[in-house]
């Protein structure tokens, strides 16, 4: 029989490590990477599964534009930042390549090391989408969860919050989301879709959470409401050809 062993996470070479010595990391306590779009649930499937015992940390509960918080780690939102600044962009400015100096290295080392280590720990941050290939290098064992939105409801999402054009909120959909459905092909994470009825929408949440190791909460999910929802798409919103493409993939790939 192999034997279980907790760890905290700290590259390929503790997983080779493992599988030499024939010792299986312990999944349940892998950390997990909730991704998507802006303005595409990420803060409501963070504060569900949350709810069902995933260690967030220190995450904000409280925001203009997020009813109940956007459940963010300011250190990880800052250093995001600064790493896609130092590549010449930003959350909304998407860059061709980003590469990470050794000092940014070290900070997302010490933010992962702040974690704990006998628990499932995650985090939401939506940048993560753009810088994501460091945080699997650092953290093979990441387990991946997404979720996305009708792009004319993020459009329409952004222009009040931030008064972007829709031309700019599709492109902006349009470069999150074709990252997000290479991740999912790559490596078979599951995909919710945030307009789902209430009721599919909390079935599935549940399946995740089983599915993570977690446990359900007792009296259901209570982070959740509709009115989270809001800004929502017209039924004949007209798409740009690659978004509406885009959009179809993401509700083929969707549990």
């Known amino acids: 029989m192999r034997q279980h062993f907790r760890y905290p996470g700290r590259g390929p070479l503790l997983e080779r490590l493992l599988t030499m010595l024939g010792m299986q990391p312990d999944r349940s306590c892998a950390p997990v990477g909730i991704v998507g779009m802006h303005r595409s649930g990420t803060s409501c499937l963070a504060g569900s599964l949350e709810e069902a015992g995933l260690f967030l940390g220190d995450v904000n509960t409280a925001a203009p534009f997020n009813k109940r918080g956007n459940r963010e780690n300011r250190a990880i939102m800052d250093l995001h930042d600064d790493v896609l600044r130092a590549n010449g962009g930003s959350w909304d400015v998407v860059p061709e390549r980003v590469e990470w100096s050794d000092a940014q290295r070290r900070r997302l080392d010490e933010l992962i090391a702040a974690y704990p280590a006998d628990r499932a720990w995650g985090f939401k941050e939506p940048r993560s989408l753009l810088v994501l290939d460091r945080w699997l290098e650092v953290l ?116």
Do not use: K
């Not at 999150?176 to 078979?188: E, F, T």
């Not at 549940?206 to 009296?219: F, K, Q, Y």
């Open 140 to 255: 093979p064992q990441l387990r991946l969860v997404g979720t996305f939105r009708h792009p004319a409801a993020v459009a329409a999402s952004l222009a009040h919050r931030n008064q972007f054009e829709p031309a700019r909120s599709y492109a902006l959909w349009l470069a999150y989301n074709r990252r997000l459905i290479a991740y999912q092909r790559r490596y078979g994470f599951p995909l919710v879709n945030f307009d789902w009825p209430p009721a599919r929408y909390l079935r599935a949440v549940e399946s995740l959470v089983r599915a993570l190791g977690l446990t359900p909460p007792a009296d259901g999910f209570q982070f959740f409401t509709t009115e989270l929802r809001s800004n929502r798409a017209a039924g004949d919103a007209a798409l740009p050809r690659e978004v509406a493409e885009t959009y179809d993939a993401l509700l083929s790939l969707a549990a």
